[in-house]
């Protein structure tokens, strides 16, 4: 079972940037795959970013040049840079962790773009 704490949300003006992060339980190493999901009022959670534990990361195409998923081995964190955001990006931002034990969800941070 991996615990994820996500950190980060909160509320900017449109054009501006927050950065997301969430903290593993355990090495992130040992994690297959890491992502950021997000899901807005009366929507299905959506895939916004993913990171392999060998290095693959994928995008939504909503997000594309303006979001960056990283990660920082030493702090078993990953992070989601979001520059430029829009209205439309707002949403509870989850973060996922698929691991030989299975799929585990953090919490949820609320980021909220005002136009």
């Known amino acids: 079972q991996v615990q994820l704490v996500e950190s980060g949300g909160g509320l900017v003006q449109a054009g501006e940037s927050l950065r997301l992060s969430c903290a593993a339980s355990?090495?992130?190493?040992?994690?297959?795959?890491m992502g950021w999901y997000r899901q807005a009022p009366g929507e299905q959670r959506e895939l916004v970013a993913s990171?392999?534990?060998?290095?693959?990361?994928n995008y939504a195409d909503s997000v594309k040049a303006r979001f960056t998923i990283s990660r920082d081995s030493a702090k078993n964190t990953v992070y989601l840079q979001m520059n430029s955001l829009k209205p439309e990006d707002t949403g509870v931002y989850y973060c996922?962790?698929?691991?030989?034990?299975?799929?585990?969800w953090g919490q949820g941070t609320q980021v909220t773009v005002s136009s």
């Open positions: 990171l392999t534990a060998g290095g693959t990361i």
């Open positions: 996922r962790a698929s691991s030989a034990g299975g799929v585990n």
């Open positions: 355990v090495s992130i190493f040992s994690i297959f795959a």
